[in-house]
C-alpha cells in the first residue's frame, strides 16, 4: 500500500474523531490491520471497503497517485514473453506511413465467426493457453478481411472484427492484461459504433466495466454502466433477450460498482433495475457475443449475494446460497450460470465459511472448484486469499488435500 494512501485514512479517521482502537471497532477489523494500513502495509481490497464503510466515505476517496512498487519475480515477464505474438496482431508497430494489413491473411466471414465459437467455447472450457494461440490468426486475417471487402461483405467483416475484439478483451481481462484488455475493447467499442451497431457497442461497454472493477477504478465503472444502460433501455413489450441480457448486465456492472465504492443506495437501485430484467428474460440467457456473459435470474441472485460477502454479512451468504432461486431445482429449471459466474459465487460461500471458522467446508468449495474449473480458479485472487487464511488460522495439521491445493494455487504454506 502506498504512503498516500495510509495518509488518507490516518486523515479520514482523525476527521470522523475516531482512534485506531475506535476505528477497528467501527469496521469489525482487528487493531494490528488498522495499524498496519496507517503505516503503509499492504492489505486486501476487502479491508478498504470495510474502512471506508466505517468512516463514512467512498472507497475511493481513500485511494492514493504514486508510483507503483517495483515488479519483483519473473512473473511479468513470462507473461509478457508469453503474450508476445497476441500483442503484435492486436497493437501492431505503426509508423508515418501507416499500416496496410496484408491481403493474404484476410479470411472468409464465415471463417471468422466459426473461430470466435470456437474460441469462446475454449475460454468456457478454462483451455487458456488454445484462446491465446488463435487470437493473433483472427485478429490479422479479420483487418486483412476488412481492408480488401467492400459494401455488404465489408460491413459483415467489421462485425466479425469486433466480435473477435470481444473476445480478446474477454481473453486478456480473465488473465489480467489489463491494458491490452482495455485496447482491445475500446477498439472494439470504436469498430461497433462506427458500423452504427448500438447493441455491440454496449456489449464491450459491459466488458470494459468489468475490467474498471478489476483495476478499482469503481467511479468510472458505475457512472459509464450507468449511463449506457439509459441509452440502450429496451421497451419490455418487444425486447429481444439479447437486449435484455445487455441492459441487465450493465445494471449489474452499476451495482457491483457502486456496492464496492460504499454506495449501498445506488446498488439497490441497480439491483432492482438488473431484477427487472432478470424477470422479463425469466431464464438464464447465454449468446456471446450478442451480449457478454450469462444473466438471467439465477445470475442476479448470485450478484445480489455477493453483496452480502462484500458488506462482510457472512451469515446472511450462506443462508441464501443454496436457496430458493440459487436452489438446484431452480437452477435445474432456469438454467445454470456461466461456470465464472458461478465459480466466483462459490468463492463467495469459501470466504463465508472461512470467517466464521469453517476451514473443511471452505476446503470442499476450493476442492469442487479445482475439479471443474481447475485453470480458472489459478487465476482468481479470491481463491488464494481463503487459502491463505486456512493456513494461517487452521490450528491443526494441515491434511495431504490443504497442501495440495496451496501448491496449486501458489500460496506459500
Not at 454496449?202 to 475490467?211: I, R
Not at 465504492?261 to 430484467?277: F, H, K, Y
Not at 476451514?359 to 475439479?371: F, K, N, S, V
Request: include cysteine; glycine fraction near 8%.
Amino acid at each position: 500500500m502506498s504512503t498516500g494512501l495510509a495518509d488518507n485514512v490516518r486523515k479520514y479517521r482523525r476527521t470522523a474523531g475516531l482512534s485506531q482502537e475506535g476505528l477497528a471497532e467501527a469496521a469489525e477489523l482487528s487493531l494490528s490491520t488498522v495499524r498496519k494500513v496507517e503505516q503503509g502495509g499492504d492489505v486486501r481490497i476487502e479491508t478498504l471497503h470495510s474502512l471506508a464503510r466505517a468512516l463514512g466515505v467512498t472507497t475511493s476517496a481513500l485511494f492514493a497517485t504514486e508510483a507503483p512498487k517495483p515488479v519483483l519475480g519473473l512473473l511479468d515477464e513470462t507473461n509478457r514473453r508469453s503474450l508476445v505474438e497476441l500483442r503484435k496482431a492486436l497493437m501492431p508497430a505503426v509508423g508515418l506511413a501507416g499500416r496496410v494489413p496484408d491481403p493474404a491473411e484476410a479470411a472468409e466471414v464465415s471463417v471468422l465467426h466459426q473461430g470466435v465459437r470456437e474460441g469462446h467455447t475454449l475460454y468456457w472450457a478454462d483451455q487458456y493457453d488454445a484462446v491465446a494461440k488463435r487470437l493473433p490468426r483472427l485478429l490479422r486475417s479479420s483487418e486483412a478481411a476488412v481492408a480488401a471487402l467492400e459494401d455488404e461483405e465489408r460491413r459483415k467483416a467489421v462485425v466479425a472484427r469486433c466480435h473477435i475484439l470481444l473476445l480478446t478483451g474477454k481473453y486478456l481481462t480473465q488473465v489480467r492484461q489489463y491494458d491490452m484488455a482495455y485496447h482491445a475493447l475500446v477498439e472494439a467499442i470504436r469498430v461497433a459504433r462506427e458500423a452504427d451497431r448500438i447493441q455491440l457497442a454496449a456489449t464491450g461497454v459491459v466488458g470494459l466495466c468489468w475490467l474498471l472493477l478489476r483495476q478499482d477504478r469503481f467511479e468510472e465503472s458505475e457512472e459509464l454502466a450507468a449511463a449506457t444502460a439509459q441509452e440502450v433501455e429496451p421497451r419490455m413489450s418487444d425486447a429481444t433477450p439479447a437486449k435484455l441480457a445487455v441492459w441487465g448486465e450493465l445494471w449489474l456492472r452499476v451495482a457491483s460498482a457502486s456496492i464496492r465504492n460504499n454506495r449501498p443506495d445506488v446498488a439497490r437501485e441497480a439491483r432492482r433495475m438488473a431484477g427487472t430484467a432478470a424477470s422479463a428474460l425469466s431464464v438464464e440467457f447465454t449468446g456471446f457475443p450478442e451480449h457478454w456473459g450469462g444473466f438471467g435470474p439465477v445470475t442476479a441472485e448470485m450478484k445480489a449475494v455477493e453483496d452480502l460477502a462484500l458488506v462482510g454479512d457472512s451469515r446472511g451468504v450462506l443462508r441464501r446460497a443454496d436457496d430458493g432461486l440459487l436452489g438446484s431445482r431452480a437452477v435445474h429449471t432456469l438454467g445454470r450460470p456461466t461456470p465464472p459466474n458461478w465459480g466466483r459465487h462459490r468463492l463467495d460461500i469459501a470466504q463465508a465459511h472461512i470467517r466464521l471458522g469453517s476451514h473443511q467446508e471452505a476446503m470442499d468449495e476450493l476442492t469442487g472448484l479445482r475439479r471443474t474449473s481447475g485453470a480458472w480458479l489459478t487465476h482468481q485472487p479470491m481463491a488464494r486469499y481463503v487459502m491463505t487464511d486456512i493456513l494461517k488460522t487452521r490450528k491443526r495439521t494441515l491434511t495431504a488435500d490443504m497442501r495440495d491445493m496451496a501448491a496449486h494455487l501458489g500460496v506459500a504454506g
